[in-house]
């Protein structure tokens, strides 16, 4: 498992930034932190090295008396989520348990993050909304089956249905991870990161933000400036007259 420092979050939604240079993005704001160090996982007592982290204060009325002896053993206020960070084993030894961990200690702009979260829900679905099949054409004498999924067997061999096949059933509701997302800006005074695009699930989910593990720093794809095309032919045309043959 990759060891890369990361925060828990809420999705509260997406917008638009403007850059420098007038380019227009959407970003994805999301409120990463102040966490909260629960606990320390080390190689001499657990065998790997990890930090425990929780991100949202919960009422103790809605704490039960296992995860009450937990926090308190921390000595920290019930956290609504938790998760563990795999960290290499000198990494850990720079957290202590109590710490406030915010997001600019973690995150700079420009650089790349994964996310981490649940998807939407969409209930029990067909087959030409979970898998965008085509269906059947409603002609004459067709029969109620214009949106089945259609033959799912392949008769006596190998006599079952393959695993995979393309059927109805549950959409959404799914871990997903979105890589390599640029970090377009930290607000520190509101613990807010902004992230280029869009990540999974609603407003409001929760989601882990990672150091990415294929890039740290965001390359973006097109630098020059580009010409705007005539939208008239004969301009079209008389450009590609002009235009130098090539050798």
Not at 17 to 34: H, K, M, N, S, Y
Not at 156 to 165: A, D, F, I, Q, W
Request: net charge positive; proline share 5%.
């Amino acid at each position: 498992m990759a060891a890369r420092m990361g925060l828990l979050g809420k999705k509260l939604g997406m917008t638009q930034v403007f850059l420098p240079d007038g380019e227009r993005i959407p970003v994805t704001v999301i409120a990463t932190g102040p966490c909260v160090v629960v606990a320390k996982r080390t190689l001499e007592n657990d065998k790997y090295a990890a930090i425990q982290i929780g991100f949202e204060e919960k009422k103790p009325a809605r704490t039960n008396r296992p995860e009450t002896g937990h926090f308190s053993k921390a000595g920290v206020k019930p956290m609504q989520v938790v998760r563990e960070i795999r960290l290499a084993d000198g990494e850990v030894g720079k957290y202590e348990v109590g710490q406030v961990i915010k997001a600019t200690d973690v995150f700079k702009p420009g650089t790349c993050v994964d996310v981490i979260g649940q998807s939407k829900g969409k209930g029990y679905q067909g087959v030409m909304k979970r898998h965008h099949m085509g269906g059947s054409r409603n002609t004459h004498g067709a029969h109620e089956f214009f949106r089945h999924g259609g033959s799912i067997g392949c008769r006596l061999t190998p006599g079952r249905v393959h695993k995979g096949k393309r059927m109805s059933g549950h959409m959404g509701d799914e871990r997903k991870t979105v890589q390599n997302l640029e970090v377009v800006d930290v607000l520190s005074d509101e613990n807010v990161v902004l992230v280029r695009g869009a990540i999974p699930g609603a407003k409001n989910g929760y989601v882990l933000v990672q150091a990415a593990v294929k890039k740290t720093m965001y390359k973006k794809k097109r630098t020059e400036p580009v010409e705007e095309k005539s939208k008239n032919p004969m301009k079209a045309s008389k450009a590609g007259a002009t235009a130098k043959p090539k050798k």
